[in-house]
């Protein structure tokens, strides 16, 4: 199994409250993504980097933030947690070359609630 | 944008059928289609990868086959057993990006 971690796995939060959500890998890929699941939506990218403090917003950005200082690890960042955030949130990984390095792999997931 | 469509939704099949699920997207400029596996209330598992210039990948019973002209791809298990039941999902890169399917609902009956 590809080396990806989410850290935390179950959070409770109050509407209104900063949080911060962590994926850390140990496989050195360069593409770190952030994804929502959501019942009937399936999978939607939320943000995605492709390097060191280099990112890019995905297809459901707004209301989140994400940093990357370490390769190893993408932060995902709700400033402002809204019941509409509340969903399980997880992080893949991937290369872009050839061969089995362009597979996406992903970590065990984060559920988050808001209430 | 890209749309990626599966279909159907949900499948129960009896224990030893073979079956194909489908995925369909609009746009045909992508570099690869993946298919996952996922079980209730884990993360996904990659099952195969094919990229844009091949036409079909194999792993023990799985085969996923690839057109992409029509926008279609297939994947087909054989000889499905109960511990096949999961849902799979299909997602095609395009860019920098992924665009997921919503899922195919999979029950083999023992």
């Known amino acids: 199994d590809a080396g990806i971690t989410q850290s935390p796995r179950h959070k409770v939060t109050e509407t209104g409250t900063p949080v911060t959500l962590r994926c850390h890998q140990t496989e050195n890929h360069r593409y770190m993504y952030w994804y929502r699941q959501d019942p009937g939506h399936g999978l939607r990218l939320i943000h995605y980097s492709y390097g060191v403090k280099d990112t890019d917003k995905g297809e459901v950005s707004d209301g989140y933030s994400v940093s990357r200082s370490k390769t190893e690890d993408f932060l995902l960042t709700l400033e402002s947690a809204t019941s509409s955030q509340t969903s399980v949130y997880f992080c893949?990984?991937?290369?872009?070359?050839?061969?089995?390095?362009?597979?996406?792999?992903f970590g065990p997931g984060t559920r988050l609630t808001v209430t | 944008k890209q749309e990626v469509t599966q279909i159907p939704a949900a499948l129960s099949v009896p224990e030893g059928e073979n079956l194909v699920l489908n995925c369909s997207f609009t746009d045909s400029a992508i570099y690869n289609l993946q298919w996952f596996r996922q079980d209730p209330g884990k993360g996904l598992t990659s099952l195969l990868l094919?990229?844009?210039?091949?036409r079909e990948q194999t792993s023990g019973r799985l085969n996923a086959s690839l057109d992409k002209s029509s926008g279609r791809s297939t994947l087909y298990i054989a000889a499905s057993q109960p511990g096949d039941s999961a849902t799979y999902l299909c997602a095609v890169r395009t860019g920098n990006q992924f665009y997921f399917g919503t899922g195919t609902s999979l029950t083999v009956i023992p």
């Open positions: 094919i990229q844009s210039s091949q």
């Open positions: 893949a990984i991937s290369e872009l070359g050839q061969g089995r390095l362009d597979e996406q792999y």
